[in-house]
């Protein structure tokens, strides 16, 4: 399964942790691999940044994939939500080539992604924004599917019609998509309200807070276009999502 979004930051390297480690505690074999050769962050947010070789030193012949598969350690049996016969491995993207695109485009590419097929029931690949960079699109004619991830308030209608166009004309097949960046109480890291601090425990005390703390919610910042082959897209409609 190939995961993708529009655009940069829109959460789609969370999303592929997050998803790997439920789905292996859930007891199936996974394999999360980083295709996003231009700024890997899975072996960072895994904690595995000591491992320096990965995906990257398999293609250019510097490693065989046996070598850089790392175990990653899914918690105590006892742990709640643990199921046995669950693994997860973990492939880092190794040191950052100057021919991302053209690595991850190769014959050799595709003949990994079947040899972890042949060891895994479920290779999550997480890549670049496919608006950005054409990265990911070799791969998803081979991929099972492709899991799209929308960051509210930011992807717009057109950036998901587009991605939308790009995957069925590579042949991709959509499973769904992420909506990433709620902004619910419990919400995520800076997005949560926050707004007991505010104090009140009126009705109107809490709407008012609560519409104190959405107008506190920044705005992110442009996107900055990255590196080569960028797949041209002009969004014709800034309406969010
Ligand atoms: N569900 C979410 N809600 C809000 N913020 C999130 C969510 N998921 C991730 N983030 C935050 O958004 C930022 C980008 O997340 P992440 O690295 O997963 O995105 P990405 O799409 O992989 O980025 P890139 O395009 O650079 O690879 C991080 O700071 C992360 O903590
Ligand atoms: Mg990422």
Redesign the pocket.
Known sequence: MVIT?PG????????AVRLAVATARAGTRVILVEA?LR?P?VAQRLGLDEYTEGLASVLTGQRHLSEVLIDYPLGEESQVGATSGGRLRVLPAGPIPPNPSELVGSEKMQRVVSDLEAQADLVLIDT??LLAVSDALPLLPGASGVLI?ARLGRTTRAAIRRLQQIIATANGVPLGAVA???RDREG??G?SYGYYEHGGSSWRARRRARREARDRIPVPPPEIPRAEDPVSVQPTESRPV
């Open positions: 979004s940069q930051q829109d959460g789609k390297t969370t999303v996003d700024r962050q670049p924004a991830v990433t960046g709620t995520y890291e997005y």
